[in-house]
């Protein structure tokens, strides 16, 4: 039993992978690779020591809380946003929602 529903499209191809009929078109080769980059891009090797102010780390703490995940993850997972780009200060631009959306859209092309 699935833990969520399935359209049919999906039950169709659920039942084609469990009979062995789909197979993939990456070489051996290519599937070792994207497991490595895989577990590169998980790891965490380093270790950072940073001060923050008190409200600012209980502000933190709240946020993972309702995030349901520990705000070391938190802190770790909005520095990567950041590091990669992927990380707007939606409030620092006084941009309306519109503005937002279309700058979102023409940054995904």
Do not use: C
């Amino acid at each position: 039993m699935h833990a969520f529903a399935l359209d049919p499209e999906e039950q169709e191809l659920l039942a084609a992978f469990e009979a062995g009929e789909m197979q993939s078109d990456f070489s051996e080769e290519r599937k070792a690779k994207l497991g490595q980059m895989a577990e590169a891009s998980l790891k965490k090797d380093k270790r950072i020591n940073i001060r923050i102010s008190s409200r600012d780390l209980q502000a933190l703490q709240q946020k993972a809380l309702e995030e349901g995940m520990p705000y070391q993850t938190l802190v770790s997972s909005i520095l990567h946003k950041y590091a990669s780009g992927s990380l707007y200060d939606l409030s620092a631009q006084h941009q309306t929602p519109q503005d937002i959306l279309k700058a979102l859209k023409s940054h995904q092309r």
